[in-house]
């Protein structure tokens, strides 16, 4: 592994180095110098590339990766746990949170469908005691109803009897005076014979003879059938009347008859219609309870249960191979004698060129 201090001691040496070999230098033209500065470079540059390499990928040495890479390698292993385990919790509280809606949702279900069961047990209840009110209600109005019956039938029963009674008080008064007609002409028929037999009698006593006496006679015995005709005129009158009277009396009662048959057909009949009426009143009653009771609950499907949530596919974290080292080709060196040669020569041609300069020219 690099080593900053080894590389400062070869700083050092090469120094020193350069300095003992200053008249090596000064041979060669300062190849020496130029040829041990380029190795320094280097092998800095290898030096740096190395420490470069093994803070990045670890030791050179080794094919395990470390270093900066290792630990990048690392950070990102316990990222994608960490991103593991974070999306498992969250997806675990959503299957959570969903259940929980689930178990929330079919309780209310279970509840709505009791509250539904109650509402209709009290429509049922109510209807059947609506219902059993509307009985007895249909029996009070029947009952009503025939008690209306009798009493228009004991009315009319009353009044067919007071009809009777009149009716049989007319007859025997129309009776009555049919005989008491007959009795008084028979009265008056019979004292007027008598009056006439009387005065008869009178006229015989007097002792009247001839025409005269018998014109009397004849005269009271016409006058006497006269009053008779007359009587049994008005008794015919009389008796004509009463039976007129009669016959009149009949008619009445015959359509009085009618008439109390006729009030208790229409009694009978509007007892039919009123309990008819009464009925369908009940049956109404009966339809409106019926039809406020709801339909007969049900219980509505259940809920579907959560799928559990589908579970994100995580791609493996790179892992990164170490590259090679990087190369760098050593250092150009000069040739020592020949940069020394080249001094030599250098200097002894600028020797000859001082020395012509000096003696000038021949």
């Known amino acids: 592994m690099f080593n900053p201090k080894e590389n400062l001691l070869d700083q050092q040496l090469s120094e020193s180095g350069l300095e003992m070999n200053f008249f090596l230098d000064f041979l060669t033209g300062g190849a020496d110098s130029r040829n041990k500065a380029a190795t320094a470079q280097v092998k800095n540059q290898r030096a740096n590339i190395r420490a470069n390499y093994e803070f990045q990928w670890g030791d050179s040495d080794s094919d395990e990766l470390g270093g900066e890479a290792l630990r990048k390698y690392d950070y990102a292993q316990e990222g994608l746990m960490i991103t593991k385990r974070n999306t498992e919790a969250n997806l675990a509280f959503q299957e959570a949170e969903r259940m929980q809606q689930y178990h929330y949702g079919m309780g209310i279900r279970a509840y709505e469908h009791n509250q539904e069961v109650k509402a209709y047990n009290a429509a049922v209840s109510g209807a059947l005691q609506q219902q059993s009110f509307n009985q007895l209600a249909e029996q009070a109005a029947l009952v009503d109803q025939e008690r209306l019956l009798h009493e228009q039938m004991l009315s009319i029963a009353f009044d067919e009897t007071e009809t009777l009674l009149n009716y049989g008080a007319a007859t025997v008064g129309l009776g009555l005076k049919k005989r008491q ?30 025409r ?34 009669f016959m009149r009396l009949n008619r009445q009662f015959i359509i009085d008859q009618v008439g109390f048959e006729t009030s ?18 009940s049956l109404q009653a009966a339809m409106d309870a019926a039809s406020r009771i709801p339909m007969v609950p049900e219980l509505s499907p259940p809920l579907p249960k959560p799928y559990a949530l589908p579970r994100p596919e995580f791609q493996d974290i790179y892992e990164p191979k170490k590259p090679p080292m990087t190369q760098v080709a050593d ?11 080249n001094t030599t020569i250098g200097l002894v041609a600028q020797g000859a060129g001082i020395y012509r300069n000096i003696k000038g020219p021949t």
């Open 212 to 245: 005269t006496a018998g014109k009397n006679i004849q005269g009271l015995l016409a006058e006497s059938g006269a009053r008779q005709a007359a009587i049994i005129d008005e008794f015919m009158f009389n008796t004509e009347a009463t039976e007129q009277d």
């Open 264 to 281: 208790r057909e229409s009694a009978t009949l509007s007892d039919v219609a009123a309990k008819n009426r009464i009925k369908l009143q």
């Open 181 to 210: 007609a007959k009795a008084q002409a028979v009265t008056r028929a019979q004292a007027d014979r008598i009056s006439t037999l009387k005065e008869t009698g009178a006229a015989m006593a007097r002792g009247a003879s001839g």
């Open 331 to 341: 250092a150009a060196q000069e040739n020592l004698f020949a940069a020394g040669l």
